[in-house]
């Protein structure tokens, strides 16, 4: 008897993004993000009150806002270009996958994504989180929420993940060949690499030593055992060869981080102190490069896009121009592809409990 051909998905993970710029939607969006243990990562009853009392009554009418100035015609912009960039990597892989969006918080979910890719008969999957670097509150939680969902069915299917994409070369060339021609055109003196900030805390549980991560002011400079797994260190080594790829000299560059929420203390330095302090030192004209983001949204276009650009100018600065993202770039299907291709190999079985 002829052996059953088995069929392949490829399930391309982001984060999320809310249906409508409403406090409804945003206020379900962020319920959901929020309420995930790998996000918010303290007691259930301290996140339960945060939530509740601090967070879901005030914020959603402000982020509503905020997202209705960079909302579409089509949609959410991170949407917009997710969608783009599936089309077309669906496109490249010439039928060798059956290929899903999916987000880790709202829609397309992933268990409506995952369903999809079932009811076509898909029984080995490849995920591919959509962020460069290694993350408790985003790769990690991607992952183990897509192991819970393909857990629940009888049959449970074999998977493989694509590790995090950091130091790929693919990645870094895709995003250099967009900055080059911004850099040049506006003939920027100086580049900001603006990654998205997590709180400390997250790299000190990603330290298995627990006497590296934070310890010194040096502790990124290069990747070791101790921080091979620390997102921190993985944004400093990709700024690192971005600014390798794109000539930029000495002292040319400034690496910070974005988007604190809360009182605890965050990954430092904070771009909103950085930004007056580059205009203080004669920076004029500043080019803003958000490596941490393979799609444009709410935080490159209206928080670096619009309110940084205000508060650079503010400070004595003369231009800010925000570096769009990879989104469906040609040079990033390519590598989205390559990544895609070299992740085939021996593949793991989700197990229930994984999370």
């Not at 892989?93 to 369903?115: K, T």
């Not at 591919?128 to 009888?154: D, K, M, N, Q």
């Not at 790929?168 to 100086?190: E, Q």
Request: one cysteine or more.
């Amino acid at each position: 008897m002829p052996v059953p051909t088995t069929k392949r998905g490829l399930l391309l993970v982001n984060l999320g993004t809310p249906d409508a710029p409403e406090s409804g939607p945003v206020r379900r969006y962020l319920r959901e993000f929020l309420n995930d243990p790998r996000v918010i990562d303290v007691h259930p009853v301290g996140r339960w009150f945060l939530l509740n009392l601090f967070i879901l009554p005030f914020r959603p009418a402000k982020s509503a806002e905020a997202y209705r100035k960079v909302w579409t015609k089509e949609g959410s912009p991170l949407l917009v270009y997710s969608r783009a960039l599936e089309a077309r990597v669906r496109e490249q892989l010439g039928g060798d996958y059956e290929v899903e969006l999916a987000m880790r918080y709202g829609n397309p979910s992933l268990p409506d994504a995952i369903a999809r890719l079932r009811a076509k008969g898909v029984s080995e999957f490849t995920v591919l989180p959509l962020y460069p670097h290694e993350a408790a509150s985003s790769s990690a939680s991607s992952l183990a929420r897509t192991y819970e969902v393909l857990a629940e069915g009888w049959d449970v299917p074999n998977v493989r993940a694509v590790p995090a994409f950091w130091d790929d070369a693919g990645f870094l060339d895709a995003f250099a060949a967009v900055a080059r021609p911004v850099i040049a055109d506006t003939r920027a003196d100086h580049v900001l690499f603006s990654f998205h900030g997590l709180p400390e805390r997250h790299m000190r549980k990603s330290d298995p030593t627990g006497q590296h991560c934070l310890a010194s002011a040096g502790c990124c400079d290069a990747i070791t055992d101790a921080n091979r797994h620390c997102y921190r260190a993985q944004c400093f080594a990709t700024a690192r060869m971005l600014a390798q790829r794109l000539a930029l000299p000495e002292g040319g560059y400034t690496v910070s981080f974005q988007s604190r929420l809360g009182r605890t203390p965050w990954v430092k330095p904070y771009t909103d102190l950085v930004l007056p302090e580059l205009a203080a030192k004669g920076v004029k004209r500043l080019a803003v490069m958000c490596p941490a983001f393979v799609a444009d949204c709410l935080e490159t276009l209206e928080e670096i896009g619009l309110r940084a650009k205000e508060q650079f100018v503010e400070a004595g600065g003369e231009s800010l121009t925000l570096v769009p993202s990879l989104n469906a770039h040609p040079e990033w299907v390519d590598a989205v592809v390559r990544l895609v291709r070299a992740s085939d190999g021996p593949s793991v079985t989700a197990r229930a409990g994984s999370r």
